[in-house]
Structures are given as structure tokens and as C-alpha cells.
């Protein structure tokens, strides 16, 4: 059983920045952060290997996103600059346990997962 734990939301201001935190109950997996906007479905934002050496990312954040891990803590950090309104959403830690190297982008593939942290950007 994997247990994960999202921290770092609040209000934000547009052009600042913010950085998200998941606390997992281990580390040898891929873990990835999803996102909910209000009315729309879960999607893909960002996710790494097992040692954070290949992170992946949807394209809508690919050139402004930052995944990271520091698995001596375990640790899943997502750092987001240049906060837009869009980025305003419920962010969700998920873990796929059958995977150490390969990155999903289907939801499917990740069963466990926390209890979010949701985030404003605010002009």
C-alpha cells in the first residue's frame, strides 16, 4: 500500500511561482503529478522515473514545469514559475508501482493516489 500526501496550495498571484510537494511511503517507482481544473477531466501534467532521471511532460507545460524527486526524503516536488490562471486547479501525487522507468500519461496506469492540493492564481 503506497501512501501519498500533497502539500504547497493556496492562493498565488499571476507571475509568481509555487512549488508543490507529495510526501510517498517509498520510492521505487514512477510517480507523476496530475491535475483537475474545475468541470474538466484529470489530466497529465508531469511525472518521473524512479530516480527522477527521465522526467516527462504534457505539452502544455513541457517549457515552463519543473518535476522533480529527492528520494532520501521521498519526496515528489513540481515547481511552477510565471503562474498563469490556467494552472488554477486541483493537483493530485499519483504512483504507478508496477513501473520504474517508463512514465505513463493514462491515468489507468496509476493506482494509488492522495488527497490533492488545490491552488488559485489570481490576477
Known amino acids: 500500500q503506497v501512501q501519498l500526501a500533497e502539500s504547497g496550495g493556496g492562493l498565488a498571484q499571476s507571475g509568481g511561482s509555487l512549488r508543490l510537494s507529495c510526501a510517498a511511503s517509498?520510492?521505487?517507482?514512477?510517480m507523476a503529478w496530475f491535475r483537475q481544473a474545475p468541470g474538466e477531466e484529470r489530466e497529465f501534467v508531469a511525472g518521473?522515473?524512479?530516480?527522477?532521471?527521465?522526467?516527462r511532460y504534457a505539452d502544455s507545460v513541457k517549457d515552463r514545469f519543473t518535476v522533480a524527486r529527492d528520494n532520501a526524503k521521498n519526496i515528489l516536488y513540481l515547481q511552477i514559475p510565471n503562474l498563469r490562471h490556467e494552472d488554477t486547479a486541483v493537483y493530485f501525487c499519483?504512483?504507478?508501482?508496477?513501473?520504474?522507468?517508463?512514465?505513463?500519461?493514462?491515468?489507468?496506469?496509476?493506482?494509488?493516489w492522495g488527497q490533492g492540493t488545490r491552488f488559485t492564481v489570481s490576477s
Open positions: 518521473t522515473t524512479w530516480n527522477g532521471a527521465s522526467p
Open positions: 517509498g520510492d521505487d517507482y514512477v
Open positions: 499519483e504512483a504507478d508501482v508496477h513501473s520504474r522507468i517508463y512514465v505513463p500519461l493514462v491515468r489507468d496506469e496509476y493506482k494509488y
